[in-house]
């Protein structure tokens, strides 16, 4: 098709992205997409031989991935981590923020001051610093979009993940306030709220049949997502098709927050 406006905006061809918790789930489905739109992805998790299997996987589907380790939770990995990309690439374009832990699940009254802090400091401490390591190369490359993966339950209260639902929640004010900030740079900030997703994050939901089955009844299409369901919302936010979008919290839920 001749004289095409729309298709080519969504062309990650040169782009590098980070991608962090990109081993598996979500993260892994997000990598996937910015690649197979023409970026060359950083697939990270704390483990080197978890991310480099991943990057095998796309390196033998003629799509660009670099492994690369990083604990987030740990600020020499977050240096190390950008540093070792513009080692790689030369640059860095688009930065999602995945990574992600919930070390307890119960009540409010039995979070640890230690379960709080480690929730906090991967969920979205790392966030927050990470996006600060790549501000000056997002400035550089002239159209930057950073990306915060945080969740529904950032925007309303479920029982038993009192400490999650906060950093989350934190999630989507940080991108607002980047947002603000950034955007004289020319750095887009966005916030993706999946719900309920088959992860290895979520397996508590899941794979308690009686409490699965009573989440879906709250989600009118009636079913979990796939990891794959949230990918294309992040390869569009991190195009130049979603060029005059920032600041926005955007949310994939089946329904479910209506």
């Known amino acids: 098709m001749k004289n095409q406006r729309i298709r080519p905006r969504f062309d990650l061809s040169g782009r590098v992205a980070i991608v962090t918790g990109s081993s598996k789930g979500i993260g892994e489905a997000m990598a996937r997409g910015l690649a197979e739109f023409g970026a060359k992805v950083i697939v990270s998790s704390r483990s080197q031989e978890s991310v480099e299997a991943v990057a095998e996987a796309y390196r033998a589907d003629g799509l660009e991935a670099t492994a690369i380790a990083c604990h987030v939770g740990d600020p020499d990995d977050r240096q190390r981590l950008v540093e070792r990309t513009l080692a790689t690439y030369g640059r860095l374009d688009i930065l999602i923020n995945n990574a992600a832990t919930n070390p307890y699940f119960g009540p409010v009254e039995g979070l640890s001051t230690a379960a709080y802090q480690k929730t906090l400091d991967v969920n979205l401490t790392a966030a927050l610093e990470l996006s600060n390591l790549a501000l000056p190369h997002l400035r550089a490359a002239g159209h930057g979009s950073v990306i915060h993966i945080s969740s529904v339950e950032g925007l309303h209260a479920n029982p038993n993940f009192a400490a999650y639902n906060i950093s989350k929640a934190g999630l989507i004010m940080l991108g607002k306030s980047q947002a ?14 999946p719900g309920l997703v088959k992860t290895k994050l979520s ?18 299409l009636n079913r979990m997502a796939t990891p794959d369901e949230i990918a294309g919302l992040a390869v569009w936010l991190a195009s130049d098709a979603a060029s005059y979008v920032t600041g926005g919290t955007f949310v994939a839920d089946g329904g479910m927050l209506g």
């Open 203 to 220: 397996r508590a939901l899941w794979e308690n049949e009686p409490l699965a089955e009573q989440m879906r009844q709250t989600i009118p």
């Open 180 to 193: 603000r900030e950034w955007a004289a740079d020319n750095v887009r900030v966005n916030v993706i709220c």
